[in-house]
């Protein structure tokens, strides 16, 4: 069902992603990154998520999850480098950053990109830019209302069975 071998890049059951959208979310140059090793090539053009084509076991939360949630928490920058991203980025093969010359918009901004390298094909991501109210998610428009993105409406039934108001 996700890997047809023909890839339709306007079928939205496919979990493929293309070259130009990879190279956003791992930087380009820097093939160190071991999370880019769950993706094989589905046509010169993209790649087919493999994350978890040879185990079956879909964690519950990872360690990766809780240095970032760390992260998020700490309220000294250059500490939540230095303690958090900068270990998880030293596990994925990556640089550390420079926590003296970031600003609390930069870790947010740092913190979004982790969270999308970590939680490729999971669905995992739309938990955090919920929690963080994101009204502009990467390759999508903005949106109107972002409460009817991430709040899911009570069904009727729910509402005239269950003594909702």
Known sequence: KFFPDVYDSRRPDQLVLDNATLAEIYQVGVNTDYCFQWFEDASSSSKKVTKYSYNNIIPVIKKSEMYLIAAECEGNVQTAVETYLDVLRAHRGLEPLDGSSMSQEDLKAEIGREY????????????????????????????????????????????????IN
């Open 116 to 163: 999308r390298r970590e939680f490729v094909a999971e669905g995992q991501l739309f938990y955090y830019f919920k929690r963080v109210n994101a009204t502009k998610l990467p390759n999508i428009v903005q949106f109107e209302q972002p409460e009817k993105v991430y709040v899911i409406p009570l069904p009727e039934a729910e509402i005239e069975f269950g003594n």
